[in-house]
């Protein structure tokens, strides 16, 4: 293709997709009263737990409508996201090679729903947390709660998680293209497991130790499965070009 025609092909994608995100974020606005029930069970337990009242409150007038309005292009994102992925790969899909072609619809094939269970467990420890930190303040007060800030508090724990997850594939894909090899994977499980306890320390509260530990095992679980898949590619791919020399060998 020529410059001119990338750029066409690059219009008629970023349209596709944003296409379908709009008609996600439709469906979005259609279910933000439920997703909004969902979003505010862990605060309405506070009640039971801790015999306290508990709301989530809009302190601006337009907050409530920009609430939604965010949920529906979050709830569009997610829903929306086979479209949007396909369109970024079918652009990149003509100057892939083969080989390219196949990690890269493993990566997303797998990818998908390790992000999805990393939002699912990002979206379990919530009510712990709420609980947690809510129940710092003293007997007899109110738990109000600024709608805004808590859906921002939610959103960035759960889609932190998921991204979380996902990390994992990336090191086999580097791996199977040849650039990461399982022995320098293995080599740094002591940095790869420093940095998993970091990550679900901040992404938890200090005090919940019960949460950062059922975040930090399923991650570091995922960490060794990926240097697992990667000495077992690195082990064929060398008996391959064993036996690849052995038949160069001439008798």
């Known amino acids: 293709m020529s410059l001119g025609e990338h750029l066409v092909e690059f219009r008629k994608r970023i349209f596709r997709a944003i296409l379908g995100i709009a008609i996600g974020s439709v469906i979005g606005w259609l279910i933000s009263d439920q997703v909004l029930v969902a979003l ?10 801790q015999g306290r009242v508990a709301s989530l409150n809009f ?3 337009s907050e409530a409508f920009d609430l939604r309005l965010q949920i529906a292009i ?9 479209i949007w992925l396909y369109q970024i790969w079918a652009f990149l899909v003509p100057g892939l090679t083969r080989k390219e072609k196949q990690y890269g619809v493993g990566f997303v094939l797998t990818s998908i729903p390790l992000f999805l269970a990393g939002c699912a467990a990002g979206w379990y420890v919530l009510p712990h947390m709420v609980s947690l930190l809510t129940g710092f303040a003293p007997s007899g007060t109110t738990a109000i709660i600024s709608a805004q800030t808590y859906y921002s508090f939610v959103l960035k724990l759960v889609i932190a998680i998921g991204i979380a997850f996902v990390m994992p594939v990336l090191l086999v894909l580097l791996n199977f293209a040849g650039i990461l090899s399982a022995k320098a994977i293995l080599k740094s499980w002591r940095i790869a497991v420093l940095v998993i306890i970091l990550f679900t320390a901040i992404a938890t509260p200090a ?5 950062m530990f059922l975040l930090a095992i399923p991650m570091i679980v995922l960490f ?3 240097a697992l898949i990667a000495t077992v590619h690195d082990r064929r791919k060398a008996k391959r070009q064993e036996k690849f020399d052995a038949e160069l060998v001439v008798p």
């Open 40 to 49: 505010s069970a862990p605060v309405s337990a506070i009640t039971d737990s």
């Open 59 to 61: 302190t601006d007038i």
């Open 74 to 82: 979050t709830v569009g994102v997610v829903i929306s996201s086979p």
């Open 207 to 211: 005090a919940d130790v019960f949460s």
């Open 224 to 226: 060794y499965s990926a």
